[in-house]
């Protein structure tokens, strides 16, 4: 068995899908009996939660940590991970007892992309040194080898003729539309559903383990540049809102690199590196994300199709990181967005319920394709989440406390100004009161479809700094203020035909849900109901809500004129005979 230090490759940009766990007929038979919470089905799909990640609905389950807590310590796990890539032959149990020679392992896992990989956790950091001291480059004949102490390892095994083993792979997709179907029209409730697609399209903690090694490997390159640069996940991976399949943005933070010379006042030098000035802190954000692009194109193992975005609003490196399948997108200088991924968290931590809501929602719309991950004219999750977040702070009692409120419980230690935004909010989830309110999802998921299927767009606009609607200040025909840089509107991309489309759907939605519930279907019809009703597409040519509204009272005032008529027209009738009964008995 031997260990090769993974080098550069060659590959197209391409967005790797990993294969997808399925479960056998006869499970999904027991998950369709017996799917409401209480129910050995619903023990089974509890254990197969993998352990550490976070299940929905249970109050005791919401992780408490803040955000930096569990930044930091995802971080130094990761330090303890290496990455191989494993031969299509292997045996788990001589694979686990080889490794177990640099170190005691705590944890492991594989999956597929295009091949076999594992994640290997060391319970020590010294265990990965000691592993790489024991790995070589590969020699190649024709090319030359880029040489580079990475944790990306790949291995070669000396033996060919050692029989497969059965290894179970971690599922890192969501599943399909028809498994999706089948759970939901098979719960019990419209709050079984949407804690149902929850669970089925959360980050699983395979997953997040995966994310935070990708931008620990990363990380590894950019400190050859920078010492005791940090390179950090944000955004969906981060914010507790992701879903299995989404984009890995990462955040180059220097701050620690930047900060060296201000524990060190003695001496009379300076580092090169540290005085070579530029004219903008922009220009200096270019020139630094040029270098770690050239970086990750020529030494980054398993980096493809390196793209460097520099004349954007917020300059990037988008690139594709082969092993894992994540397609990534490296800034720096944003710690606005890494604190708006603090307050999302926060907010998903506070209430079971925001989470499961957030999820629907998001599946609603890009079933009905009012979101796309192309840019254009489009709703943006970012945007539907903050949507939610304002419904949720609109409800009586409130659900969620304003951004406002958050601030006026922070202390000193929270105090935090970016770029002159004042980003302050307290950190330490105990210190917010959790909420007295107790409405199901189900309402909530009608309310929110008749809340904003009649929201005033052409005039207000949504700020959950104070939870409450305003005078829009421009003419954009959905305005929603960024929470931190409250001079932007974060929709500002969004066409009018676009919000009339969601007020249309959201109409149509809210419409749905009310009809089922004096003709809900049975369980055991197998028809779409709820939340799967909601996910179908539109009726073409079907017409806004308000339309069908018009036309359904006109039909009812037509058809009432009818039965009017047709009674009045019977009891004529059985009036004039009777007449003529009494004539002629006279």
């Known amino acids: 068995m031997l260990l090769i230090m993974a080098v550069p490759g060659v590959g197209l940009l391409t967005r790797l899908h990993l294969c997808a766990q399925r479960r056998t007929r006869v499970q999904r038979h027991i998950v369709r009996l017996l799917s409401c919470p209480g129910t050995v089905a619903e023990d089974l799909r509890r254990d197969e939660q993998p352990s550490g990640s976070v299940e929905t609905g249970f109050e005791d389950k919401i992780p408490r940590k803040r955000f930096s807590e569990m930044q930091n310590e995802r971080r130094e796990q990761a330090q303890r991970t290496v990455l191989i890539h494993c031969p299509e032959k292997i045996s788990e149990n001589k694979f686990l007892k080889y490794l177990s020679q640099h170190g005691p392992i705590n944890n492991h896992f594989f999956y597929e992309s295009f091949g076999l990989y594992a994640v290997v956790e060391f319970c020590r950091k010294e265990s990965v040194g000691s592993l790489q001291n024991g790995t070589q480059t590969p020699n190649m004949a024709m090319e030359t080898a880029i040489p580079f102490r990475s944790r990306f390892l790949s291995l070669k095994l000396k033996n060919q003729t050692s029989k497969q083993s059965c290894i179970q792979s971690s599922n890192q997709l969501p599943p399909s539309n028809r498994k999706l179907f089948e759970l939901l029209c098979y719960a019990e409730s419209i709050d079984d559903q949407l804690n149902t697609l929850l669970k089925e399209f959360q980050l699983t903690e395979e997953n997040t383990k995966l994310r935070y090694l990708t931008c620990s490997l990363i990380e590894d390159i950019a400190a050859a540049y920078f010492p005791d640069c940090v390179v950090r996940p944000f955004g969906s991976s981060v914010n507790t809102f992701g879903k299995l399949g989404c984009d890995l943005d990462m955040f180059l933070d220097l701050d620690e690199t930047r900060n060296l010379s201000t524990h060190k006042t003695s001496g009379n030098f300076l580092m090169e590196f540290q005085v070579k000035n530029v004219p903008s802190e922009r220009i200096a954000t270019q020139k630094i994300l040029s270098v770690i692009g050239e970086c990750l194109d020529h030494f980054g193992p398993g980096c493809v199709g390196v793209q460097k975005i520099l004349n954007a609003r917020c300059p990037l490196v988008r690139f594709s990181h082969q092993a894992s399948g994540f397609q990534c997108d490296l800034t720096t200088n944003n710690k606005i967005a890494l604190t708006s991924s603090e307050l999302l968290y926060i907010y998903g931590a506070l209430d079971s319920r925001v989470r499961a809501l957030v999820f629907g929602i998001r599946c609603w719309a890009r079933a009905h394709s009012l979101t796309s991950s192309i840019p254009g004219a489009w709703i943006t999750n970012f945007s539907l989440t903050m949507m939610v977040i304002f419904f949720l702070q609109r409800r009586s009692p409130p659900i969620l406390p304003t951004l406002d409120s958050l601030k006026t419980l922070a202390d000193a230690e929270d105090k935090c100004i970016i ?86 759907l959201a109409q149509e939605s809210a419409w749905i849900l009310q009809q089922e519930d004096a003709h809900r279907p049975s369980v055991s019809s197998n028809q779409p109901w709820g939340l799967a009703a909601v996910l179908l597409p539109s009726v073409p040519n079907r017409g806004s809500l308000t339309k069908k509204k018009r036309k359904r009272s006109a039909n009812e005032r037509v058809k009432n004129l009818l039965e009017s008529l047709k009674s009045n027209r019977t009891a004529n009738f059985t009036e004039t005979n009777e007449k003529r009964t009494i004539s002629t008995q006279t």
């Open 419 to 504: 770029e002159g935004n004042n980003c302050t909010f307290v950190h330490d989830l105990n210190r917010i009161k959790p909420s007295g309110n107790t409405e199901t999802l189900e309402l909530l998921l009608k309310e929110f479809f008749e809340y904003f299927g009649n929201f005033a767009f052409n005039k207000n606009s949504i700020n959950i700094r104070q939870g409450r609607e305003q005078n829009k200040p421009d003419s954009s025909p959905l305005y929603i203020q960024n929470p931190f840089e409250t001079s932007l509107n974060i929709s500002k991309n969004v066409s009018q035909s676009q919000l009339q489309k969601f007020v249309d």
